[in-house]
């Protein structure tokens, strides 16, 4: 059963902009100025989204000289992605039983 907190992340993620985000710093840690020029948002529309992503906990920020630097927290994405698989596996397990069942 998926918690609150995996419907949350679902719902920070599900985001078009917050997921390319997330996809963008899957490959590296970028500051807000290349995050702005990969997706094209504007600044202040960036900088939001950013701070959603730090409050559910799927980036932390790097502070390195003027520019603050974002990273992807692995361990999130990895929790999330458990969460389908056990939903996949009860899935499986359920249509083999109702299989059993209907024959």
């Known amino acids: 059963m998926m918690t609150s907190a995996t419907t949350d992340l679902i719902r920070v993620i ?3 902009l917050r997921l390319q985000i997330v ?4 490959h590296e840690t970028l500051c807000t100025t290349h995050l702005v020029e990969e997706t094209g948002a504007r600044q202040t529309n960036l900088s939001n989204h950013l701070r ?3 409050e559910a906990g799927v980036v932390e920020t790097e502070p ?3 520019f603050t630097y974002y990273k992807l927290k692995p361990e999130v994405i990895e929790a999330l992605a458990a969460s389908f698989g056990e ?3 009860t899935a499986r397990t359920t249509t083999e039983t109702n299989r059993k069942r209907a024959c």
């Open 14 to 16: 599900a985001d078009p």
């Open 23 to 26: 996809t963008l710093l899957a």
């Open 52 to 54: 959603v992503l730090r």
């Open 64 to 66: 390195c000289g003027r």
């Open 87 to 89: 939903l996949a596996a």
